[in-house]
C-alpha cells in the first residue's frame, strides 16, 4: 500500500502561536473525517525543546495517527550558534525544520502542514502519489517575487519570474530533491547547509522556492512533481483565508461541495481570527473535537519578536542603501 509522511513544525508561544494545539486538533479532525491513518507512514511533530513534555500531553489525542513528536533541539543544536534577538526568525527556522525532513522520515514523498490547515475533501497517498510523482499546486512565481529573487540570489540562478512555480503550504516534497538543495548550498558555500540560511536571515528566502529553483535547474521537476489532471482535485482549495476580513465571505459551503476544487485549505493563524470562530466556521463539514489546553502568552517574548522584526528590516533597508548583498 502506497503511504506518504507528514512534517509538522509546531510552537505554542509566541506572537500567533497560542491556539495551535487547537488548531492542530481541528487539523487531526479534517484527517479523520477525510482520510485515515493508514494513509500515512509517519507523521512528525518537530517541537522547540521547552514545549516538548506539554505537546506530547497534548498530543496523545492524535495518537490513532503515527504521530511522533521531536524535540528540536536535538536535530538543530546549530540554532544556537545565531543566539542574537535578531537572527532568530521563526518564520524561517520553521522552513529549515521543513527542509530537514528527510533525516526524520523515510518515505519519498512528504506533506508539510502547519497547524493552520485542514483537509475539505476525501484522499488518499494515492491520491497524493500520481505514477511515482508528487501532486503539486503551482502559481505564477511573480506572484511572490521577492521571496523567488532571494532564493535565486542565494543560489546563484535566475529567478524565472515568467515561469510557474511551487504553492504555499500544505505542499509535497520530495525528499531526494530535498537533498539535492542541501548538497547544492553546501557544495556553493562549504558549510552546513542549515548555517547558509540562518546567516541569511535578512533576505527573504522561502524553504520552498530554493526547494523548486534548485530542482528546476537540475531538470528533474517533471521526474518528481506533476498537476493535477482535467477531472481530478487539486491540492489546495481555490480559495484560502489569508488575511481576517476575508474570513466573513470565505464559503464553506462552496468550498467543502462534493464538485469543488482542492483538497486542502487555510485559514491562516496570524490572522488572529479567534479559534472559535474557525470551529463554528468549518464544524458543519467535519466534526471536530478540539481538546482543553492552556493559552500561553508571553508580552515579553511578543515584544522581543516585534524588536526582531523591526531590526530585520532595518538592517534590510540599511544593507540596500550600502548596496550589500548577503549570502
Request: charged share 25%.
Given at each position: 500500500m502506497?503511504q506518504?509522511?507528514?512534517?509538522l513544525?509546531?510552537k ?9 494545539i ?10 479523520r ?14 517541537v ?5 513534555d506539554?505537546?506530547?500531553?497534548y ?5 490513532d ?20 534577538r535578531h537572527?532568530?526568525?521563526?518564520w ?13 522520515i523515510?518515505?519519498?514523498?512528504f506533506l508539510?502542514?502547519?497547524?493552520d490547515c ?8 494515492d491520491t497524493?502519489?500520481?505514477d511515482g510523482?508528487?501532486?503539486?499546486h503551482f ?12 532564493s535565486?540570489r ?7 519570474l515568467d515561469?510557474?512555480?511551487?504553492w504555499?503550504?500544505?505542499t509535497i516534497?520530495s525528499?531526494t530533491?530535498c537533498?539535492?538543495l ?11 547547509w ?9 533576505l527573504?528566502?522561502?524553504e ?15 521526474q ?8 481530478e482535485?487539486?491540492?489546495?482549495a ?6 481576517a ?8 459551503a462552496?468550498?467543502f ?10 485559514i491562516?493563524?496570524n ?14 463539514y467535519?466534526?471536530?473535537?478540539v481538546q482543553?489546553?492552556?493559552?500561553h502568552?508571553?508580552?515579553t ?11 530585520r ?14 549570502a
Amino acid at each position: 500500500m502506497t503511504q506518504i509522511s507528514a512534517i509538522l513544525p509546531l510552537k505554542t508561544r509566541g506572537r500567533h502561536y497560542a491556539d495551535n494545539i487547537g488548531r492542530c486538533d481541528i487539523l487531526f479532525s479534517s484527517l479523520r473525517h477525510f482520510t485515515t491513518p493508514e494513509t500515512f507512514h509517519r507523521f512528525v511533530l518537530v517541537v522547540p525543546h521547552d514545549e516538548i513534555d506539554e505537546v506530547r500531553g497534548y498530543a496523545k489525542a492524535w495518537a490513532d495517527f503515527p504521530v511522533e513528536v521531536i524535540d528540536e533541539s536535538l536535530h538543530m543544536g546549530i540554532f544556537a550558534e545565531f543566539s542574537q534577538r535578531h537572527q532568530i526568525r521563526n518564520w524561517h527556522r520553521q522552513q529549515i525544520l521543513k527542509l530537514y525532513a528527510p533525516a526524520l522520515i523515510e518515505t519519498e514523498y512528504f506533506l508539510v502542514f502547519d497547524p493552520d490547515c485542514f483537509a475539505t475533501h476525501p484522499f488518499t497517498a494515492d491520491t497524493l502519489i500520481r505514477d511515482g510523482r508528487a501532486l503539486t499546486h503551482f502559481q505564477p512565481r511573480d506572484k511572490g517575487q521577492r521571496f523567488w529573487e532571494a532564493s535565486a540570489r542565494l543560489l546563484d540562478v535566475d529567478p524565472g519570474l515568467d515561469r510557474q512555480g511551487l504553492w504555499w503550504t500544505p505542499t509535497i516534497l520530495s525528499r531526494t530533491l530535498c537533498l539535492n538543495l542541501h548538497r547544492r548550498l553546501e557544495t556553493q558555500y562549504g558549510t552546513d547547509w542549515r548555517r547558509v540560511l540562518l546567516a541569511n536571515y535578512a533576505l527573504d528566502w522561502t524553504e520552498y522556492t530554493l526547494y523548486w529553483l534548485n530542482a528546476d535547474r537540475e531538470g528533474l521537476l517533471d521526474q518528481y512533481h506533476v498537476g493535477a489532471q482535467p477531472g481530478e482535485r487539486t491540492l489546495h482549495a481555490s480559495n484560502s483565508v489569508w488575511y481576517a476580513d476575508e474570513m466573513k465571505e470565505w464559503s464553506g459551503a462552496e468550498h467543502f461541495a462534493k464538485d469543488s476544487d482542492g483538497l486542502f485549505a487555510v485559514i491562516q493563524s496570524n490572522t488572529r481570527i479567534p479559534l472559535e470562530q474557525v470551529v463554528e466556521k468549518l464544524s458543519p463539514y467535519f466534526p471536530i473535537s478540539v481538546q482543553a489546553y492552556e493559552r500561553h502568552f508571553d508580552a515579553t517574548l511578543k515584544g522581543a519578536e516585534l524588536y526582531s522584526a523591526v531590526a530585520r528590516r532595518g538592517l534590510k533597508l540599511l544593507n540596500k542603501l550600502r548596496g550589500v548583498v548577503t549570502a
